[in-house]
C-alpha cells in the first residue's frame, strides 16, 4: 500500500523559514515525479512546486518562486520543500503527492495528475 507523510508544520511568523518534509512508503519512488500543493480556507488547492523523476527539473508557482525549493532524498523516499521568507499569504495546508513518471525531466503541475496523496500538515504564517 503507497503512503505518503508529511510533516514540518507549523505556526510561524513572516519572515521565517520552515522545511516540510514528505516520507513515501509502499514501493519505489526513485522512479516518480512528485509535487507539494496547498489549500487554504475557502480556496482552491492550488500548485506549489514539482520535481521531476531526475531531480533536476523543477517547476515552482510564481507565487513562492526564489522563496521555495523542492528536492528529494531518493534513499530516504523523502521530499522536500524548503520554505524561505515565509508570507502570511502562505498560510495553508500543504500536501506533497506523487505518480509514476517514465519522462525523466518532465514536471506536472496539475493535481489531477497524481494518483497519490499525503494527509496534509498545516502552515500558518503570522503577520
Avoid at 9 to 22: K, N, P, Y
Avoid at 65 to 93: C, G, H, V, W
Wanted: proline content about 2%; aromatic content about 12%; glycine content about 8%.
Amino acid at each position: 500500500q503507497v503512503q505518503l507523510v508529511e510533516s514540518g508544520g507549523g505556526l510561524v511568523q513572516a519572515g521565517d523559514s520552515l522545511r516540510l518534509s514528505c516520507v513515501a512508503s509502499g514501493r519505489a519512488f526513485s522512479r516518480d515525479a512528485m509535487g507539494w500543493f496547498r489549500q487554504a480556507p475557502g480556496k482552491e488547492r492550488e500548485f506549489v512546486a514539482a520535481l521531476a523523476r531526475s531531480g533536476s527539473t523543477k517547476s515552482y508557482a510564481d507565487s513562492v518562486e526564489d522563496r521555495f525549493t523542492i528536492s528529494r532524498d531518493n534513499a530516504k523516499n523523502t521530499l522536500y520543500l524548503q520554505m524561505n521568507s515565509l508570507k502570511p499569504e502562505d498560510t495553508a495546508i500543504y500536501y506533497c503527492a506523487t505518480r509514476y513518471s517514465s519522462d525523466y525531466e518532465r514536471t506536472y503541475l496539475e493535481d489531477y495528475k497524481y494518483d497519490y496523496w499525503g494527509q496534509g500538515t498545516q502552515v500558518t504564517v503570522s503577520a
